[in-house]
Structure formats: structure tokens, C-alpha cells
């Protein structure tokens, strides 16, 4: 028997976790958690929620950027993982066909009809990469199409595809893709007569800002890709698998049928990382085309057992549980519930989005105090209010968020798609609570904008 042993030694060295990032991980991180008071503590955690040491529970609305789709330590996840360890299969031999990783593509495929064969990857940018390297394969073009404010991955073939400048600054070359903008079909069909364009690549809905494409968008791209003999790629790693309230987030739009798509995230049940990218037969076989390109694209840990046993099991709850639609009615109510409350807030500007992705964009007030301290926050760094609202919600109503993206007045809500009404009344009675203060012309919050204001000036 080995001397090791896992839970003596988070009891010994636990309580180091914040210095030991400091030293030896990303020295940011937490530097960035003290100062917006995000340091927390947490034990445990179940379904939509954390406890501290303290026994006081947080509700997770952020879901691990979205990985947390059934939330965490559901059970019948748990019981796929211990019952695949416990079989102590023959896994990553390379040479044979398991079948699990064909029973997981079965199973996805069967949500797309229109496609036909996977591969298995280990997490969302790896599932773009793949897309951007068949989509060039097959189509023997060069470029790909990107949206601005994209965020596909930072792996640099992903990064190439991003449309933030902050990620890409000092990683350049990238590869020679091109932007465009979301729902500007007149750019996209200039962009497609140059006649080098393998594929364009969208997200149904942006992570950052929750914009959607608009209605008819879709459609009419893939038209137009197709007649320019490129391929229409859907990025799913985060608005898949039921986060929208569809399976995945282009089946809002009728006859949308994309050649590649990519998942990610909740595929993984917040346990073994996975990514996977399903497309269509002809691609496949035009990168595989024979026996000496059998390995010409793979992944050392792709379609391992613990991945593919946890992916079963989420779709299998999924459907069992009837995730989906559960997730489009809770989104629903929340989405009225946040919406109802515009006409009594003036900083509160829209609230948008499907299922449980949920955007919150708060701007300029009219009257003149709360003008004059919105200016201020807005001439120090773009984003400070919705930073804000976010601790708050945190400190005082343990209620865990996220600002959308930098430079951005955002808050993302991407909560468990298991939440229900208790969770919506905890999460609208906390943000009202909070605006009222923001609305108060002083208070706590104000107080906390001026810390970070100056924050934002030592930065520069």
C-alpha cells in the first residue's frame, strides 16, 4: 500500500491554497480574487450549491463557465465513474475499438440527425481545432470566417478565431482568418467571393455580451457558405446540450443544419474533461481517406473510458430528467422575472437571452447623481458597474456570478440547467436588493466602485 493519501493532506496543506497559487500557478489569479473580495473558502458542494467551513451555503449561478450542467456531484454521474474504474477496463490501448466512445457518439449523433460520425477530443478548444482543421482539409481552402466578439478557444488555432483583441495581443502570427460581423450577410458574401474561405464559425449565441444571431442569420449563411462550396461550423462547447432550451442552440432556427458542430463543457458532467466534434461523412472520410492517415488527427487522452462513461451518463439524465425543457421553463421565468423589474431601475437597460443564458446589461441613467457617478466609473475602465453588482451579490446574498466580458456593463447568468423557482426567487430578490442600493445615490456599492476605481487607475 502507498503512503499516500488524498484527504490528510488537503486536512495538512488546504489552507495554503491561495499562497500556493500565488507561487506557483498563475500569480493573477489570486491577486484578482483579494481584490474584488472573491476569496472565498468553499468545503463542499452539491447540485447549484457551495457551503463554506462555516456551513453557510452559496448559490452557483456561473455553473464553472458552464462545465456544471447538471450541477455538481450528481449521482448518477458519480456512479458512472466509480462503476468505470471499478471495471478496470483495458482503456487507451490504441489499437482496438472500445465501445464506449462509439456508444457516446450514437448517442449525440442521435441529436443531430444530419450528421454522422464524431471525434473525441479533450475539451472546447480542442473541438474547434479539429473543426478548423477538417473544415480546411476537406475544402482545400485556407481561411475561416470568424464573428467579432467571438471567443472559440485560446489554443492558437482557436486564438485565431477569437474576436477580442485582449486575448490575441503578442501571440501573433495567428492563422490568416478573418472577422466579420454577427448578422452582416453582406460581409460574409464579399468575404466568400474571394474564393478561399473553408468555413465560418459561430456561436448561436455569444458568451460575451449573450447576443444572439439574429432570426434568419443562420440560415441564410449556411446558403450562402454552401453555394461558395464552404462549411458552416456551429460552436456549441458552452450553449449545447441543453443550456438554451433546445439541444443544442441552432435548433431555434428552422433548416439550420451546421456541417461541423462542437461540444464541450456539460458533455463532461463537471468531472473528466471531454470535447467532441460531430460532422458529416464526407468530411470525415476526405481527412481519414485511407489507412496511412488513420492517426492523422488524434488525441493521446481522446474518447479515455472516465470520459465517455461521464458523457453517457449526463445525456442519459438529460433525457430522464428532462433537462431541456426544464431548462427552457426555468429560463423563461427567470428571463420575465428580471425583465418586470427595467421600468423601476434606470441603470438596468435590458435583459436578454434563452434558456438559462442569460444576459443582463445594465447603462447610462438619466437622473444627474447617478449620471455623474456612472461617468466616473465609465471613465476609469468600461465594465466597473456590472463588477458592482457582481460582488455584492456575493458577499452579501452568497449568490456567485460573473461580468460577461472585459469592457463589458454584462452579467452572464449560466446557472446548473437542475435549478428551478426556489433559485430564481433567491437570485431576483438578491439583484433587487442590490439595485435598490445602487439606486440609493450612496451605500455600500458606490463605496466598493470608488475601490475599484482606483484599482482600475493603478492598473494602467
Known sequence: MTGFDLRQLLAERGAERYDLHARHLNHQLPRTLHTIGFDKVYERAEGAYFWDADGRDYLDMLAGFGVMGLGRHHPVVRQALHDVLDAQLADLTRFDCPPLPGLLAEKLLGHAPHLDRVFFGNSGTEAVETALKFARYATGKPRVLYCTHAFHGLTTGSLSVNGEDGFRDGFAPLLPDTAVEMGDLAALERELGRGDVAGFIVEPIQGKGVHATPPGFLRAAQELLHRHKALLIADEVQTGLGRTGDFFAYQHEEAVEPDLVCVAKA???????????????????????????????????????????????????????????????????????????????????????????????????KSLGLRSRWTMLQAARKGLFAQMVVVPLLQRHRILTQVSGDHLEVIKLIPPLTIGEREVDRFVTAFTAVMDDAHSGGGLMWDFGRTLVKQAVANR
Open 267 to 365: 458533455l463532461s458532467g463537471g468531472y473528466v474533461p471531454v470535447g467532441a466534434t460531430l460532422g458529416r461523412d464526407w468530411i470525415f472520410k476526405k481527412v481519414y481517406s485511407s489507412m496511412d492517415r488513420v492517426l492523422v488527427h488524434s488525441a493521446s487522452f481522446g474518447a479515455n473510458a472516465q470520459a465517455m462513461a461521464a458523457g453517457l451518463a449526463v445525456l442519459s439524465v438529460m433525457e430522464d430528467e428532462g433537462i431541456v425543457a426544464r431548462a427552457r421553463r426555468t429560463g423563461d421565468l427567470l428571463r420575465e422575472r428580471l425583465a418586470a423589474l427595467i421600468g423601476d431601475y434606470e441603470l438596468l437597460h435590458d435583459v436578454r437571452g434563452r434558456g438559462l443564458m442569460v444576459g443582463i446589461e445594465f447603462g447610462r441613467p
